[in-house]
Structures are given as structure tokens and as C-alpha cells.
């Protein structure tokens, strides 16, 4: 009888410790307060996270709110904020605040609107949220490596992505999102990790137009996570970058019936089904030992901790898109999700909702004009035979600087200076889409038209009769060298060519012989420009890089900015790549060694494949280049240039080199401010270079000596390319 009383009690006992430890949590202090009085006693989320024998994570998590501890470790976390909160009180006069977290999408982003593809109820009601993926409570020993600031966690406006736009999986079944969230992922094979990611995981963005697309999820596999799931660490076949189709991989897909693009399984594979009732069934793979991330556009992003390669990917998801290949991959994919080809329409006769155009889009590929179309393109490969160098009366040719001044026209002053200072226009391809009018259908051929300036297209027209001063490039070709005679040139040149005829009344006329233009056209780049020039700036912003800035604070800041964060200045060097990768895959060339010359390759069958669209912006960013060469010179003669000619005085400021977007001058002192000309109140002279963050602007390449620059010259090396002391090309700048 005793022994039963005694059972009794005990039971009891359990039961009344159960209910002290759940009202004990809820003792915590809220999630801001947890935060406020670890940084004021100056502790890091590891540090607690180690004597807590926790994830660094973890305690993010807490701090945000997004999860809870449990015991035994919620107990004496408790314990640490309680003689915390005695240690620093909160003042008297300020109240606790929850921080507002940053925006997890730009404001161009939208919340989800109807797919083209479905109709208008089907899209009014949303689908069910799958069940949340439960965050992982399990100690990880990388996760307190992790030093970056973490990034905000999305806005949740869908509760389908309400774990942000990717993972990074680790060898441990842990999945590193943004915002320090980790994720459990069960999945032991690739189609049970897809399955996963598509039903638990929540991963994936909303669409950045309302007729576009949400962004598939995306899973990074390390190189610990690649084993797990069976796949190599190295690709045997190293031309076509893929898994052979009888790997077991590839083999475990399609039992499971999923596909693959024709890309294969290579470093990003693309794993889907056909769209059920109009929703996308869809995993976007990226395998870092495969080289996933190119070290040229994304530093050594793969070396990091999984918790850091979440926030570098993350941070650019955010502010671009969420990765789906390399960058220059995604330049083409924002330009589409910015302006789909298609939108919703009702059709009249039936009622119902079918896929038209969209207004201002590229709505469908569309061929060149022979004169556009590389060598291997159809078009020209049926005029010219393999092997035939086309004259620039045959071929568009519309490339940026890489021109050198004759050393023997540098003047004795120049020879008496110092230094080669080199200046670098920012994202000058970038700036070059801002408000640029380029055609969106197919070219029509026509002779002798009159020239117009709003025209997007391609003009045969001879440009040689404009004479400039022979220190200066001539804005017409790629290597600064006066035409010889009539060559084809895309609108932005020719512009330029009757904006210096009318400028400086220079004895000549514009008179093509015949042209190739577009009858519809808009400004297709602008939502691309300004998503991208708002995502570099505000990068630059957060390695302390603002419009704000004087110029000499600009100079300093520029001078450190890529030691600030390192994983920011990865997130910069890759939207960087984004521009000018992006501009290059307009006129992608075939990749494939069974490609034979003359025949069509896939790139040909997309509306983005257009040849005469790069032209355009490689042609405004050289004349852009040429136009403040032009002004910086004319801002620094004490003698305006006669009427008629330009042909400058021996005081002006030429430069001695240029390279795409770079300049090289000789300077008295090492610093652009001793050369860039200013007025009398200390402003950036009228129309030329001007140091600043902002596409367009310029900022400090570097500096040599001049001995050193004038060796380059006579050698017939441009002093551009290595003004930095490395090799500009290489550093992708």
C-alpha cells in the first residue's frame, strides 16, 4: 500500500515539474531583447552558441524569433539573459525596440499574379502551404565558423517560400538557408531530395513581374553532400561538364520520373516534371566541386562554410535573382523575369485566358541580319565560305576600346609627368542600357535611308571623312584607328557621328548607304538596368561605398571597401559579372565540339539571342567612353577649339590608353584628383570624368610610374590592361 502512494506521489511530482518548466518558458525575454543584451555585453552568437553547446544558427534563430530553445539548453539560456538583463538593464528612456529586418526582395518585386498559363480562377485560389520543414536543433560543428552578418530573412508574402530562396546541404543532412535558419533534410538519394525540397522545404521567391514566373528553389550540394547523394567530385567528362546518362544518378531520376534539360546533370542541373495544373515542379541543383561557382565572378564563395555560401547566395538572390547557372546565365534570366515574352489575354470569341505577348518584350526569337550574325550563323556562312576574314563592309563589328596612342605623339609636358593613373567607369555596360531604345523584331533591309537617330539597326555608312585630333581615339572602331572607308555601324555610333558634326560643325555628312533596321522597338533594357544598378549600389553601400562620399572619402572607401566583407565584395564581383556576362550571352556562340559550321545551335531558338541588342550597348558604351575622353580635354586647354575641326591644344588632357572601360593618363601626382578637371568651385567640370560610386561614374584603377607606362607604349602593350599590376582581364573588371 505504502509503494503505491509513494508510485502516486512521484507521478505527481513529474506532473507539477512539467507544468513549472512550460510556464518557466515562457520567461524568456522577447526576441529583440535577446539580442540587445548579447551585443551589449559585447558576446557573438558563437561564443554563446559554444557554451550553450549549440549551434551559431541556432542562437540566430532565437534572436529573430524564428525558433525556440528547448531544454535543457533553454534553461540556462534563460539563465545567461537573466544576469545579462542585471549586468545592462535597459535605459529608462528607450524601450526595447524589435529590429525592422531589411527587405528580403527589391520593390520591384510583386507579389504572385496569375500564371499565362492559367486562367483567372485557377490563379485566384492559391494552393495549400506545404508542411514547414523543421529547423534542425542538432549540434553542428561547422556552424560556428560563420563570422558574416547574416542575411535578413524574406518577407514573407507567400507562404510557400517562407524559408527563403535556397539551401546549402551539407554532408550531415543539414540545410543552411538565409537569414541563419537550418533546415533538417531527411533525403538519403538526388529524386528523394527533390521531392523533399518541392513538398517540406518552402524554398523558392515570387516572381519579379506579374507575367513572369516564381524563382525555382535552389539547393547547393557541398562537396560532403555530393558524396552523400553518390555523386563524383570530379566530372570524367571535362568538354561536356555532365553525369554520363548510365550513372546511377541520372538512372535514379528517371525511375522516379524525373527529367533533366538538355544541359544533363552537370554543376547546375535542372530537375523537373511537366507543370501540373498549371503549378511548376521544378529544383535548380548546383554542385560546388564541379565548379558551380566560377572563381572569376564568385571569388572563392565555394571554399566557405555552408552558413556563408547561404548569405553570399542569398544576398544576391535578393537583390538580382536566385541563381540558376553562371552569372552570365543570369544576366539573360533577369532580363526575361523582368519582361516575359508572354501575359494573360482573354480571348474574345471563347472567354477563356490564353498566352499572348507582352507588350515591349522580346516576344520570339527572331534571326539577324546577315551583317549581324557571326561567321557560324546561317545567315553569313550562306555568303561567305569557312575561313573568309569579313571587311567592316561585310560584318557589324561593334567592340569596345583596346587602343593605344602612338608614343611618338606624347608632347614634352606629358613626358615630364610623374605617373600613369588609371580611371575605371563603373559597370560601363550597366550604365550604357540606361533609357537605350533597341528593336525587338526581326531586321528589314532598305537602301540609301535617311538616318534617324530613334532608329534601333545596323547602317552601312562611311565615317572616315570626320577628321580628329590624332591623339585622340577615334570613336568609330575598336582599335581608335580612323575608318578607311564605309563600314557598318549599329544606331548608338552613328548618333554620335552626327552629334560631333553638329556639335563642332565638322565638314561632313551622314549619308548611309544602306541599313538593316527595326520597325519595333523600346527600351527593353531599363528594368535590368535598374535592378542591377540598385543591387550594385547598394552593395557598395554596405561595404561603406556611398553617393554621399566626397571625393577624396570615395577614394579612401574604394581603397578598402573589398576588405570590409569579403563575402559582400564575392556578392559585388558576381553582380559585376551579371552585367557584362549578361550583355555577352546576347550573342552566345555554339558551345558543343559536334557543332558544325553553319548550322543553327539551341542559343539561336531564344528571343535574348540578339546579336544587334549587344552591338547597341558595346557601341553607347564606347562613345560614352569617347564623349567624356572628349570633354575632360576640352575642359583642360586654356584655348577653346576653333569652329570647324577638332583638333585640340597641347595643354589638354588626353589619355595614353583605354581598354573597354578603363583610362590611363599621366599625371603630376598619383591621385585622379590631380588630374580630373574641376571649376572654380570645386565641382566636376561639365561632361567629363567624375569620381563616384553610380554606374557611369569613375574610380581609381591604379597607378604606375611613368617610366613604366611609356615601356608599355613603345612595346606595343596597353597600359590599361596592367595598370592594377595584375592583368585587368583576368581580374574581370
Known amino acids: ?17 512539467a507544468l513549472l518548466e512550460q510556464v518557466a518558458q515562457n520567461d524568456l525575454p522577447p526576441p529583440a531583447e535577446r539580442r ?8 557573438s552568437q558563437a561564443q554563446i552558441a559554444a557554451a550553450l553547446d549549440a549551434r551559431r544558427e541556432a542562437v540566430g534563430n532565437w534572436e529573430l524569433g524564428k525558433t525556440e530553445p528547448r531544454p535543457p539548453k533553454r534553461a540556462a539560456y534563460a539563465r545567461l539573459l537573466e544576469g545579462l538583463a542585471a549586468r545592462f538593464p535597459t535605459p529608462h528612456a528607450e524601450a526595447p525596440v524589435a529590429p525592422v529586418p531589411e527587405a528580403f526582395t527589391s520593390s520591384s518585386a510583386v507579389p504572385p499574379a496569375p500564371d499565362p498559363a492559367q486562367t483567372p480562377t485557377a490563379a485566384a485560389t492559391p494552393s495549400p502551404a506545404p508542411a514547414a520543414a523543421k529547423p534542425s536543433s542538432s549540434p553542428h560543428p561547422g556552424a560556428t565558423t560563420a ?79 555530393a558524396e552523400q547523394f553518390g555523386l563524383p567530385l570530379e566530372l570524367e567528362d571535362r568538354r561536356e561538364l555532365r553525369l554520363p546518362e548510365d550513372h546511377k544518378v541520372v538512372k535514379q531520376l528517371g525511375r522516379a520520373k524525373w527529367q533533366l534539360t538538355r544541359r544533363g546533370f552537370g554543376p547546375w542541373a535542372r530537375i523537373y516534371r511537366p507543370a501540373e495544373g498549371g503549378r511548376r515542379q ?22 566557405l562554410e555552408p552558413a556563408e555560401i547561404a548569405h553570399v547566395l542569398g544576398t544576391y538572390a535578393a537583390r538580382v535573382i536566385t541563381p540558376r547557372g553562371s552569372t552570365a546565365v543570369c544576366g539573360l534570366e533577369v532580363m526575361t523575369a523582368l519582361r516575359p515574352p508572354t501575359r494573360a489575354v482573354k480571348d474574345e470569341a471563347s472567354g477563356s485566358w490564353v498566352s499572348g505577348p507582352l507588350p515591349g518584350s522580346l516576344t520570339e526569337a527572331v534571326d539577324p541580319a546577315p551583317v549581324e550574325a557571326p561567321d557560324e550563323h546561317p545567315a553569313a556562312a550562306a555568303l561567305y565560305p569557312r575561313g573568309h576574314q569579313r571587311t567592316p563592309a561585310e560584318v557589324l563589328d561593334e567592340e569596345a576600346y583596346e587602343w593605344i596612342r602612338d608614343p611618338q605623339l606624347l608632347t614634352d609636358a606629358e613626358c ?55 591623339r585622340l581615339p577615334n570613336p568609330f572602331t575598336q582599335h581608335g584607328t580612323r575608318p578607311e572607308g564605309p563600314a557598318w555601324y549599329a544606331t548608338p555610333t552613328v548618333a554620335y557621328a552626327q552629334e560631333l558634326i553638329d556639335t563642332y560643325r565638322l565638314p561632313a555628312q551622314i549619308r548611309p548607304l544602306e541599313a538593316w533596321i527595326r520597325t519595333e522597338a523600346s ?9 542591377l544598378s540598385e543591387a550594385y549600389k547598394a552593395t557598395m553601400a554596405d561595404l561603406g561605398v556611398t553617393s554621399s562620399l566626397s571625393e577624396e572619402e570615395f577614394l579612401v572607401a574604394m581603397a578598402r571597401h573589398k576588405a570590409t566583407d569579403p563575402a559582400l565584395a564575392a556578392v559585388l564581383s558576381a553582380i559585376k559579372s551579371t552585367v557584362k556576362g549578361g550583355i555577352g550571352k546576347l550573342r552566345e556562340r555554339p558551345k558543343s565540339i559536334r557543332h558544325k559550321f553553319g548550322e543553327r545551335w539551341p542559343a539561336l531558338e531564344r528571343p535574348t539571342w540578339r546579336p544587334d541588342i549587344r552591338a547597341a550597348v558595346i557601341s553607347t558604351a564606347r562613345v560614352n567612353m569617347h564623349r567624356k ?70 574610380k581609381h584603377e591604379g597607378t604606375q610610374e611613368l617610366l613604366w607606362a611609356v615601356q608599355m607604349l613603345d612595346a606595343g602593350h596597353n ?15
Open 1 to 17: 500500500m505504502e509503494v503505491t502512494c509513494l508510485t502516486s506521489e512521484n507521478e505527481l511530482f513529474r506532473a507539477v515539474d
Open 36 to 43: 540587445r543584451l548579447r551585443e551589449a555585453a559585447g558576446l
Open 147 to 225: 563570422t558574416t552578418k547574416p542575411v535578413p530573412a524574406p518577407a514573407v508574402c507567400d507562404e510557400r517560400f517562407a524559408n527563403g530562396p535556397l539551401g546549402v546541404l551539407d554532408g550531415e543532412g543539414s540545410l543552411f538557408c538565409v537569414g541563419g535558419l537550418v533546415l533538417d533534410c531527411p533525403a538519403k538519394t538526388v529524386p528523394a531530395l527533390v521531392d523533399w525540397t518541392l513538398s517540406e522545404a518552402q524554398l523558392g521567391a515570387p516572381r519579379l513581374h506579374p507575367s513572369g514566373k516564381d524563382a525555382d528553389p535552389l539547393i547547393v550540394l557541398t562537396a560532403a553532400a
Open 282 to 303: 521544378c529544383v535548380q541543383l548546383a554542385v560546388l566541386p564541379w565548379g558551380a561557382l566560377d572563381t572569376r565572378s564568385w571569388g572563392s564563395t565555394d571554399q
Open 416 to 470: 615630364e609627368r610623374a605617373f600613369a593613373v588609371g580611371i575605371d567607369v563603373n559597370t560601363a555596360f550597366l550604365a550604357a542600357a540606361n533609357r537605350l531604345v533597341v528593336g525587338l523584331s526581326g531586321p528589314v533591309h532598305v537602301k540609301a535611308p535617311a538616318f534617324g537617330k530613334k532608329t534601333p539597326g545596323s547602317w552601312l555608312v562611311d565615317l572616315s571623312s570626320i577628321e580628329l585630333d590624332p
Open 523 to 531: 527600351p527593353y533594357l531599363d528594368p535590368w538596368y535598374k535592378r
Open 629 to 698: 575622353v572628349l570633354k575632360t580635354a576640352l575642359a583642360t586647354q586654356h584655348a577653346p577649339a576653333p569652329s570647324g575641326n577638332l583638333l585640340l591644344g597641347q595643354d589638354a588632357l588626353l589619355p595614353i590608353a583605354l581598354l573597354s572601360d578603363c583610362a590611363v593618363y599621366l599625371s603630376d601626382g598619383p591621385s585622379p584628383l590631380d588630374f580630373l578637371p574641376h571649376t572654380a568651385d570645386g565641382k566636376p567640370a561639365a561632361g567629363s570624368f567624375r569620381l563616384g560610386v553610380s554606374p557611369g561614374m569613375v
Open 719 to 733: 597600359p590599361a590592361r596592367h595598370i592594377k599590376g595584375t592583368d585587368a582581364a583576368l581580374d574581370g573588371e
